[in-house]
T-cell receptor, first 114, second 111 residues
């Protein structure tokens, strides 16, 4: 596609439920990043993939968060037992190499846990 | 870890210059960026500078980097109402695979 696509654009879920957020990167981009942006704050790094492997997952807040990228393209961020504090906009970005200066961001998925 | 700070708010009149400032803590940062975020929109990369540069100019945008003081600024010349948005400073290390963002500066341009 023309840009990074994230689905759904909005997700409302009940506390304790499981959610999956999807990211379709720009075709051919090998690097993929997930960030989380809480209201009034800057994005915070969660995880970075180079190809299929998670090269850096140091930003995942706890073991309820997990992300996969099985074929080196589409990525899914999975959140188990959601909590109200997980409410945020989850941003995905992709780039053609390891230099983040070429990272292009998607529109984000706004997750609301009620 | 890295800490990136920005002032929260800036208001200017249309046609004036805007200067948005950013400070960071880790001197090993190698790439420094400015992103723009408009309401309901994703992050748009405006410009970036390598740590071995002092200045970069791109049309109405001028980025200044003072490595000694760990200070980065973005100057927007002839600011327009369409420049109203939140501006984020971000820094990265080494190969730049992870960005640390500041909290953002909301720029309001008055006609």
């Amino acid at each position: 596609g023309a840009g990074v696509s994230q689905t759904p654009s909005n997700k409302v879920t009940e506390k304790g439920k499981y959610v999956e957020l999807r990211c379709d990167p720009i075709s051919g981009h090998t690097a993929l990043y997930w960030y989380r942006q809480s209201l009034g704050q800057g994005p915070e790094f969660l995880i970075y993939f180079q190809g299929t492997g998670a090269a850096d997952d140091s930003g995942l807040p706890n073991d309820r968060f997990f992300a996969v990228r099985p074929e080196g393209s589409v990525s899914t961020l999975k959140i188990q037992r959601t909590e109200r504090g997980d409410s945020a906009v989850y941003l995905c970005a992709s780039s053609g190499d390891r230099v983040a200066s070429e990272a292009f961001f998607g529109q984000g998925t706004r997750l609301t846990v009620v | 870890g890295e800490d990136v700070e920005q002032s929260l708010f800036l208001s200017v009149r249309e046609g004036d210059s805007s200067v948005i400032n950013c400070t960071y803590t880790d001197s090993s940062s190698t790439y420094l960026y400015w992103y723009k975020q408009e309401p309901g929109a994703g992050l748009q990369l405006l410009t970036y500078i390598f740590s071995n540069m002092d200045m970069k100019q791109d049309q109405r945008l001028t980025v200044l980097l003072n490595k000694k003081d760990k200070h980065l600024s973005l100057r927007i010349a002839d600011t327009q109402t369409g420049d109203s948005a939140i501006y984020f400073c971000a820094v990265a290390y080494n190969a730049g695979n992870m960005l640390t963002f500041g909290g953002g500066t909301r720029l309001m341009v008055k006609p």
